[in-house]
């Protein structure tokens, strides 16, 4: 078992930064792959970022390249969203997602994740 606790949410104006964190526990040596999602309301949960767990590789979703950073802190066992340039589409809430399977890096359907965290709300305002 993998459980994910998110935290960093928040209402920012557009233009505005914020961080969100993942923290990963348990069986977090068996982690292949952590991801960011977010769903806003009425639509379908979106990809946002891909880390590899051990490694540098990240792959982020061209709505957000450019904008969004993903990044990792494996002492901490602890992931990261740095959002920059933040538009209201930007709002959502924000869903971090682990999978333990050895398979292709990138994984972008939420189906393929098998632990999730609660979510965190981002709120950002025109």
């Known amino acids: 078992q993998v459980q994910l606790v998110e935290s960093g949410g928040g209402l920012v104006q557009a233009g505005g930064s914020l961080r969100l964190s993942c923290e990963a526990s348990g069986r977090t040596g068996s982690i292949i792959r952590m991801a960011w999602f977010r769903q806003a309301p009425g639509k379908e949960r979106e990809f946002v970022a891909v880390?590899?767990?051990?490694?540098?590789?990240?792959y982020l979703s061209n709505s957000v390249k450019g904008r969004f950073t993903a990044s990792r802190d494996n002492a901490k066992n602890t992931v990261y969203l740095q959002m920059n340039s933040l538009k209201p589409e930007d709002t959502a809430v924000y869903y971090c997602?682990?999978?333990?399977?050895?398979?292709?890096?990138?994984?972008?359907?939420?189906?393929?994740?098998?632990?999730w965290g609660q979510g965190t709300q981002v709120t950002v305002s025109s």
């Open positions: 997602a682990a999978d333990l399977s050895p398979s292709v890096f990138i994984r972008t359907s939420p189906n393929e994740y098998e632990y």
């Open positions: 880390l590899r767990w051990n490694g540098g590789s990240t």
